[in-house]
């Protein structure tokens, strides 16, 4: 992106149609642009990688929790045998 911009910038010095100043200037500028940019766009991948991994939690827990196959006691008479 900045290679681009460096690019450009050169060739309309060069040109005469932009001075140096303004060609550092521009990149400077890009760099506040596109820095943000491209922390935002990290993290909604972050964001989409998280979302997955709990919508996978949420199956996998409801999955076991229906596999109960025990018996439902009101109360706790004797012991435990096995």
């Given at each position: 992106?900045?290679?681009?911009?460096i690019?450009?910038?050169?060739?309309?010095v060069?040109k005469?149609?932009?001075?140096?100043?303004?060609?550092?200037?521009?990149?400077?500028?890009?760099?506040?642009?596109?820095?943000?940019?491209?922390?935002?766009?990290?993290?909604?991948?972050?964001?989409?990688?998280?979302k997955?991994?709990?919508?996978?939690l949420?199956?996998?827990?409801?999955?076991?929790?229906?596999?109960?196959?025990?018996?439902?006691?009101?109360?706790?008479?004797?012991?435990?045998?096995?």
């Open positions: 992106m900045f290679f681009t911009a690019g450009l910038g050169t060739y309309f060069i005469g149609k932009l001075t140096v100043g303004a060609m550092i200037s521009t990149v400077q500028l890009m760099d506040n642009i596109v820095g943000p940019l491209v922390i935002v766009s990290t993290r909604l991948k972050k964001v989409k990688a998280v997955l991994i709990g919508e996978k949420v199956k996998f827990a409801y999955k076991n929790q229906n596999c109960d196959s025990g018996i439902d006691k009101l109360s706790f008479e004797g012991g435990i045998t096995f």
